[in-house]
């Protein structure tokens, strides 16, 4: 599987923005996806999750009901809608798979990362 990030930009803080991660490989599907993010000097932190099927998603504590992931498996693409965004959210964002990505949320559960596109949050 490989993925393509992208939707970054530069947004005043309170704006919007929808990151998308395009994936090939027929086994999309069937992979938990999710999100993470590395801040200047910061190490790479899980942002959400979600299920193969989509029923379910999960969200790290900093963006919960701010962040939404969604995934369209007919496109091989999965989403990440940010609102109310601060400048605390300025990262390198990176989309990633892994079998147990949902249940474990952390970078070693990572088989498959994207290429990471830059979210900027002015004050």
């Known amino acids: 599987v490989q993925l393509q990030a992208s939707g970054g930009g530069l947004v005043q803080s309170g704006g919007s923005l929808r990151l998308s991660c395009a994936a090939s490989?027929?086994?999309?599907?069937?992979?938990?996806l999710g999100w993470f993010r590395q801040g200047p000097g910061k190490e790479r932190e899980f942002v959400a999750a979600?299920?193969?099927?989509?029923?379910?998603?999960y969200y790290a504590d900093s963006v919960k009901a701010r962040f939404a992931v969604s995934r369209d498996n007919a496109k091989n693409t999965v989403y990440l809608q940010m609102n109310s965004l601060q400048p605390e959210d300025t990262a390198v964002y990176f989309c990633?798979?892994?079998?147990?990505?949902?249940?474990?949320?952390?970078?070693?559960?990572?088989?498959?990362w994207g290429q990471g596109t830059q979210v900027t949050v002015s004050s």
């Open positions: 979600i299920t193969p099927s989509g029923s379910s998603t």
């Open positions: 490989g027929r086994t999309f599907s069937t992979y938990e």
């Open positions: 990633a798979g892994g079998r147990y990505l949902y249940r474990v949320q952390r970078t070693t559960a990572v088989d498959y």
